[in-house]
T-cell receptor, first 113, second 118 residues
Framework: AQSVTQPDIHITVSEGASLELRCNYS??????LFWYVQSPGQGLQLLLK??????LVQGIKGFEAEFKRSQSSFNLRKPSVHWSDAAEYFC???????????FGTGTSLTVIP | DADVTQTPRNRITKTGKRIMLECSQT?????MYWYRQDPGLGLRLIYY???????NKGEISDGYSVSRQAQAKFSLSLESAIPNQTALYFC?????????????????FGPGTRLTVL
């Protein structure tokens, strides 16, 4: 069965520190992988996505993620966190047929001064 | 103007009432989706539609129904609302056409509707 696991429910980092949010997936074929961010009171905005090719993908707002097939992971990273990055982050896996998306339960990020 | 809009943005209702949440999009996408978001559970798919004549149940369709009135409109109904349907509801769209653009298969979300059932 398809599933997405985000093992960290909540993470707190200091402004300027590096960040890594973990995402592991279970999927029967090569998936499409996504990271979305949800700011308080807002909808979901796409940060980045992986379809094929280079396994290190760059996104908006200085985020990047690396697809590791052997580990079934797609971790999100940012070298220096800004206070405005405080939000909830969702990893998602999509079928290549495009008919289903599976979301993780989300990681809430708090940024302290 | 927003590409995916949802109305209402907030709604408080009572147990047993019929509620309709509406979603409209100007992206020209064939595929539309309804999700609910609950704390600690992430987003779960309620229904999805590949075109006006193709509607499919998602993971948690019990207690919900949908209507795809046109390519641009996809409504979610709660026939008899109950308190455990209190949640944040999101509509999304996607374009399945390979090569259509770099947004192939990406889902675009509306701002959400916060529904409270008392």
């Amino acid at each position: 069965a398809q599933s997405v696991t985000q093992p960290d429910i909540h993470i707190t980092v200091s402004e300027g520190a590096s960040l890594e949010l973990r995402c592991n997936y279970s999927y029967g074929a090569t998936p499409y992988l996504f990271w979305y961010v949800q700011s308080p009171g807002q909808g979901l905005q796409l940060l980045l996505k992986y379809f094929s090719g280079d396994t290190l993908v760059q996104g908006i707002k200085g985020f990047e993620a690396e697809f590791k097939r052997s580990q079934s992971s797609f971790n999100l990273r940012k070298p220096s966190v800004h206070w405005s990055d405080a939000a909830e982050y969702f990893c998602a896996v999509g079928a290549r047929t495009g008919n289903q998306f599976y979301f993780g339960t989300g990681t809430s990020l708090t940024v302290i001064p | 103007d927003a590409d995916v809009t949802q109305t209402p943005r907030n709604r408080i209702t009572k147990t047993g009432k019929r509620i309709m949440l509406e979603c409209s999009q100007t992206k020209g996408h064939d595929r539309m989706y309804w999700y609910r978001q609950d704390p600690g559970l992430g987003l779960r798919l309620i229904y999805y539609s590949f075109d006006v004549k193709d509607i499919n149940k998602g993971e948690i369709s019990d207690g919900y129904s949908v209507s795809r009135q046109a390519q641009a409109k996809f409504s979610l109904s709660l026939e008899s609302a109950i308190p455990n349907q209190t949640a944040l509801y999101f509509c999304a769209t996607s374009d399945p056409r390979r090569g259509a653009s770099s947004s192939y298969n990406e889902q675009f979300f509306g701002p959400g509707t916060r529904l409270t059932v008392l």
